[in-house]
């Protein structure tokens, strides 16, 4: 998928590329061809003050109306043609009258039939029977330039040229360059062809190839010229190429994002099967633990179960016989072993609480008694009228808060109440009458109740541990330490916590939490 659209993308963008590159080619190759139709135009308009001369000193001659005029018409036509720097007349092959003469005077009496170049090119003239240019040539009187030959007839004879010729400078001039045949934007070039098609040395000496990059060429039959114009710096590539490269980065970017978006569905898929494994081994190994944990609790529950409900019985013939032992023989005894008799006694009867609790603790288990509405202040009272004598007896006053009517198990509810107005009673301050308070909150989803004193209360270190089996914060103050572990259990069961707020002879709170059942009647 990413590879197709990188390959998609790639394609097309190098095609727009490609397109940039001819569409910029061809505007280059458009402007030069503009520029060399404009300097041929140039050269021509500068050759024509040249056509207009020749043609008028050939009329003079033909008609023989020079006379010894040749140097004032000559220097009329000059002064009218700019681009024009000498004429002359060359009288069958040898030149007879130039103007001016002063520069010119070693071209007076030069036969040009001696030369077979300008033999050739004055042959060319005559063919045409109108302007011809030669050259570039160097100059017989010194320098570079072109001659133009017309040829002049006499009486239907040949009679010989009129010429004109036009030194490099001038010629510079009209084209409007300077002798190094470039400039900015262009270099230029001119040849010249030789009958046969042979080209002649370029007219400027620079060193650049004109015939490759982005170069134009025209004809410039007068003197059968081939003007070149080159681009100097052609920028036709420089767009396409940044195009290009631009392209291959999007195209890659683009593959390399489609590629991942394309990838990510199939990632997903692992990843959720992964997981999915991961959660299935979890469960698996979940479902083990659970099973070992309902095993070893059961067994455990069993257990204590039976070691407790076995072991009243040894027990009660211990205290039976204890008791027999008080009975018979009570009088025959002294201090000592009457109180012997009196601790194994008192040890035998905790040792049945004991028992008793450790029955209960196996017995709370998950529930499977009926939920009811339960009026939790009426609950309280219950506990009160439960625990009248210790009430009763240590002075308590017990004050209730924002007790609701709650739907719930009764038994247990009654049991955790019943442990911890127990725990408030018992480990009250000497000396000091117990002020219990039970209050309520609502929350969104559960209860939390509180059972607060102003007893022994307890330090931070004891906070966890006082919910654990058979802990005791002080032996002394008797107890199995195990009525907050079974009230913990209870809480638990029923989906809650239990905690502690408390500190050293300032009290305690005990806090635990209910969740809020919904039932039709309450919904
Ligand atoms: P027991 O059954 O022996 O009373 P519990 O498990 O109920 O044991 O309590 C554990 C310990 O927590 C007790 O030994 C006592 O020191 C401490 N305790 C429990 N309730 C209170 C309370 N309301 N005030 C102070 N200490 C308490």
Redesign the pocket.
Known sequence: MGWAFFILLLCLTQLIAFRIYTMEKDAELHIAEREAIFLKGQLEASLNHSITATRVLAFLVEKDLLDNNFDSICENLLQQNPFIDALQLVKGGTIVNTYPLVGNEASIGYNIGNDSAHREEAEQAKLRGELYFEGPINLIQGGKGIVGRVPISRNGEFWGFSAVIIRHETLLRALNLDSTGMNDRFIYQLVKIHTGGAESNPYFQHVETIDRGIFSEVDVPIGDWIIYVKMKHPQYWVNAMAFSLLGILLSALLGIFSWFLAAQPMRLRALVALKTKDLNTANKTLQKKTRELEFSNSELEQFAYVASHDLQEPLRMVTGFLTQLEKKYLNQLDEKPRQYIHFAKDGAIRMKHIIL?LLEFSRVRTLDDAIEQIDTHQMVNEVCMLEKRNIEGKNATIDTQNLPVIQYYRIPFLRILR??I???????KPGMSPVITIASTAHDDFWQFS?S?N????TEE?FE???????????S???????????KKLVENLGGQIW?E?AANA??T?YFTIPRIQTKENQ
């Not at 541990?465 to 005791?472: M, N």
């Open positions: 609790d442990n911890l127990g725990n408030a009673l018992k480990y009250s059972i004193d007893g022994l209360g307890i004891h541990k006082i919910f654990v089996l058979f802990h005791q914060v002080d032996p103050l008797g107890g199995s330490g195990m009525g907050l572990a079974i009230t502690v408390s009290g305690s005990f």
